[in-house]
């Protein structure tokens, strides 16, 4: 399976627990100490926060989708850059991907920035 598709199975994940309005499942793709930069809130450090931070999100906007744009990896990171979008918004999201011990990628870090909102 290519890089782009091992990630994209990570985002595929995410998107589904986003959807099922699980917040525990969209904290889950993040490592421990992952963090989340975004527009829309203050940052989120930590699975825990991270998890926080998506029992708010979950409940806004629907039909999440995160589709790979760019990708590389050296080793054990790889990174990202992706579109996502919801009935309200959109934007992209660059990505550093961590290669765990049992080979799972999980999201290091990731920065939000948007592109449209509801007011548009």
């Not at 290669?99 to 799972?104: F, M, S, Y």
Request: glycine content about 6%.
């Amino acid at each position: 399976m290519s890089i782009r598709e091992q990630l994209q199975s990570v985002y595929d994940a995410y998107a589904t627990a986003y959807r099922t309005k699980h917040p525990a499942g969209c904290a889950a793709v993040f490592t421990d100490d992952g963090e989340v930069f975004s527009p829309y809130a203050p940052p989120a450090r930590g699975r825990a926060a991270i998890e926080a931070l998506h029992s708010e999100w979950v409940n806004i906007g629907d039909n999440k989708e995160l589709r790979i744009l760019d990708v590389g990896s050296s080793g054990d990171l790889a990174w990202c850059l992706a579109a996502y979008s919801d009935t309200l918004e959109a934007g992209t999201s660059l990505n550093v991907f961590q290669r765990q011990a049992d080979g799972q990628w999980l999201i290091r870090a990731c920065s939000l920035n948007q592109s449209r909102d509801e007011t548009e």
